[in-house]
């Protein structure tokens, strides 16, 4: 089996993931979602309501590397590396757009998702 895409939430208000892309080319991701090494992630930013985002998985069972960028203590847990691949500006993965293409929102952003086919496709589409 292939690469999975992921979509996954990037809470800002505990660490500022944008930051860590931005000037690192990475974040630190806790180990619990089912994440391999060569999967994409769509991040989902809480702040801004979109998808901004697309990183990779590069490595996994890594020493936190993001501390700095936390708002708060950051875990001392096991993690995947994502890399930073693109970086989108537009409105086209906004929330309310990405709610046209079966995006859930609420309580189905705590868990990391690859199941919704075309919200994936519309979000590749993009990228």
Same mark, same amino acid.
């Given at each position: 089996?292939? *690469? /999975?895409?992921?979509?996954? %939430?990037?809470?800002?208000? !505990?660490? *500022?993931?944008? &930051?860590?892309?931005? !000037?690192? =080319?990475?974040?630190?991701?806790? *180990?619990?979602?089912? %994440? /391999?090494?060569?999967?994409?992630?769509?991040?989902?930013?809480? @702040?801004?309501? @979109?998808?901004?985002? !697309?990183?990779?998985?590069?490595?996994? *069972?890594?020493?936190?590397?993001?501390?700095?960028?936390?708002?708060?203590?950051? #875990?001392?847990?096991?993690?995947?590396?994502?890399?930073?691949?693109?970086?989108?500006?537009?409105?086209?993965? @906004?929330?309310?757009?990405?709610? !046209?293409? =079966?995006?859930? =929102? =609420? &309580?189905?952003?705590?868990? #990391?998702?690859? &199941? @919704?086919?075309?919200?994936?496709?519309?979000? &590749?589409?993009?990228?």
């Amino acid at each position: 089996m292939g *690469n /999975k895409e992921w979509i996954a %939430f990037a809470n800002e208000k !505990k660490c *500022n993931h944008a &930051k860590s892309l931005i !000037k690192s =080319g990475f974040i630190s991701w806790v *180990n619990t979602a089912n %994440f /391999k090494v060569g999967d994409i992630v769509y991040l989902f930013m809480s @702040n801004t309501r @979109n998808v901004r985002f !697309k990183t990779q998985v590069v490595a996994d *069972n890594c020493k936190r590397e993001d501390s700095e960028y936390w708002l708060e203590q950051a #875990p001392a847990d096991i993690t995947f590396r994502l890399k930073l691949v693109a970086e989108y500006s537009g409105d086209q993965l @906004n929330e309310s757009v990405l709610i !046209k293409h =079966g995006f859930k =929102g =609420g &309580k189905s952003l705590q868990t #990391p998702s690859y &199941k @919704n086919e075309i919200l994936m496709d519309y979000i &590749k589409s993009i990228f």
